[in-house]
């Protein structure tokens, strides 16, 4: 029997093991849930509790369109004399693994700002490389527990055939892995918050595991020159203790 690593075990059990929850709505952060004794959230009731706690206007149906609609007017983004930026709120942040800063530990809002979202997209035009690009946009849902804000995911796919930051067409078939992405809405319709990239199975596609920009850039040949963009091996110490892990006697 092959030996799970001590981290992968650790993360077996927080996904498998549940506290007894109340049976009745309670108080989370300041979210409702309604659960049963199981763990499953109700999730009709916990997302009408959540809209009548914060008294958020935009009917969930209502929010996945406009979600969508961003989506539609962002392929304008590289003109900025025909997009319209009002789509994004002044207080507007971009978050991805590996942008925006370092992860706040005392909940400072971290992110790059609306001016700066759209200068960094306006330098870096992936079509260029990638005229076929297609991210299978899918699965559109609202939080229920924040109910002005929609996830949703893609499996992109793409061919390069156009030249990537001075690199040559490989014509090479790309098939990125599922990556999660969210738009959360101020009452107005606005995007405050922007969440792209966050990979979810880092088994999937043909690009080393790796989503967004940095997958593109490796999977083509071409990978940033930092550890961010190369397929995940784990720090030294972490290997280590995987080593570890398989001298210890299995039990029987």
């Known amino acids: 029997m092959r030996t799970l690593s001590l981290a992968a075990l650790l993360s077996l059990a927080g996904s498998f093991q549940h506290a007894t929850p109340l049976r009745r709505p309670h108080t989370l952060r300041a979210l409702l849930e309604v659960t049963d004794q199981y763990g499953f959230v109700d999730e ?7 809209r009548d706690r914060t008294g958020f206007p935009i009917a969930p149906d209502d ?8 989506i539609v007017k962002n392929q304008n983004l590289q003109d900025p004399a025909v997009f319209d930026d009002s789509i994004y709120a002044d ?23 609306k001016a700066e979202f759209l200068a960094s997209l306006r330098s870096f035009d992936l079509l260029k490389a990638f005229p076929n690009l297609n991210n299978r946009y899918h699965a559109f849902r609202v939080d ?16 390069h055939t156009g030249e990537l930051m001075g690199a040559a067409a490989t014509g090479k078939a790309l098939e990125l892995p599922p990556e999660a992405l969210s ?3 101020n009452e107005d319709g606005q995007v405050e918050l922007f969440t792209v990239g966050y990979v979810i199975d880092r088994t999937a596609g043909n690009t080393g595991g790796l989503g967004g920009a940095f997958g593109y850039f490796w999977g083509t040949g071409n990978p940033l020159p930092f550890p961010e963009c190369q397929p995940f091996k784990g720090s030294l110490q ?10 210890l006697p299995t039990p029987e």
Not at 63 to 70: D, F, G, H, Q, Y
Not at 102 to 107: F, I, R, Y
């Open 238 to 247: 972490l290997r280590l203790l995987g080593a570890l892990q398989k001298l």
């Open 63 to 70: 929010l996945i369109a406009r979600a969508k609609e961003v």
């Open 144 to 159: 229920v527990f924040e109910p002005n804000r929609v996830w949703f995911q893609t499996r992109a796919k793409a061919t």
């Open 91 to 113: 207080n507007f942040r971009f978050v991805a693994p590996f942008v925006g800063g370092a992860t706040s530990t005392t909940g400072e809002k971290i992110g790059f700002t």
């Open 183 to 185: 738009m959360t809405f």
């Open 44 to 50: 009709a009731a916990t997302l009408q509790a959540n």
